[in-house]
T-cell receptor, first 113, second 112 residues
Framework: EAGVVQSPRYKIIEKKQPVAFWCNPI?????LYWYLQNLGQGPELLIR????????DSQLPKDRFSAERLKGVDSTLKIQPAELGDSAVYLC???????????FGEGSRLTVL | AQSVTQLGSHVSVSEGALVLLRCNYS??????LFWYVQYPNQGLQLLLK??????LVKGINGFEAEFKKSETSFHLTKPSAHMSDAAEYFC??????????FGSGTKLNVKP
């Protein structure tokens, strides 16, 4: 069974440019998460979806970040415009339901110059 | 909100030695507890989880963790370190609202 797939794995952009990350969760997993991982730190939740509904987006900086999960499967996280401080790894995770364990993708490493 | 504290951002052991990675959580109500491992340039993989069935939890690759309510701790151990254990380890808590909180991680270095 395929795991959580993320793309791109690496992205380098200049500040003020837009960037988008894509996540395909494990088949049948209803809950999808986007986490931010800064160097030397643990993951921090940006947004959690239950099917198509964003049930926790309290930590998502909504002035520049947006996310969507169309049809309750794939999800896209967008940053526009990117800032230097956005350089980090963006992790996608999924779980069977809201009480299940998390399965993580390999992450998308963003470098903003 | 929960908090998770991992003592020691870097731990170094010799191959064959005991591994002990410390984790303390803030809640007075026993939550669900997890240990994840992250190899370089990869996502996090579940090592083990505590869900109140037993206080000593065995995971993959010979790791185990013991839940101690009185100490609000969930330390990770392995009797004998292997070179392939070198990675970063994260302790995590899931609260009653199904929100995960991660510690800041401990990088394990294994010396030959």
């Amino acid at each position: 069974e395929a795991g959580v797939v993320q793309s791109p794995r690496y992205k380098i952009i200049e500040k003020k440019q837009p960037v988008a990350f894509w996540c395909n969760p494990i088949s049948g997993h209803n809950t999808l998460y986007w986490y931010l991982q800064n160097l030397g730190q643990g993951p921090e939740l940006l947004i959690r979806y239950e099917n198509e509904e964003a049930v926790d987006d309290s930590q998502l900086p909504k002035d520049r970040f947006s996310a969507e999960r169309l049809k309750g499967v794939d999800s896209t996280l967008k940053i526009q415009p990117a800032e230097l401080g956005d350089s980090a790894v963006y992790l996608c995770a999924s779980s069977l339901d809201s009480v299940g364990e998390l399965f993580f993708g390999e992450g998308s490493r963003l470098t903003v110059l | 909100a929960q908090s998770v504290t991992q003592l020691g951002s870097h731990v170094s052991v010799s191959e064959g030695a005991l591994v002990l990675l410390r984790c303390n959580y803030s809640s007075s109500v026993p939550p669900y507890l997890f240990w994840y491992v992250q190899y370089p340039n990869q996502g996090l993989q579940l090592l083990l989880k505590y869900t109140s069935a037993a206080t000593l939890v065995k995971g993959i690759n010979g790791f185990e963790a013991e839940f101690k309510k009185s100490e609000t701790s969930f330390h990770l151990t392995k009797p004998s370190a292997h070179m392939s254990d070198a990675a970063e380890y994260f302790c995590a808590v899931r609260d009653n609202f199904n929100k995960f909180y991660f510690g800041s991680g401990t990088k394990l270095n294994v010396k030959p």
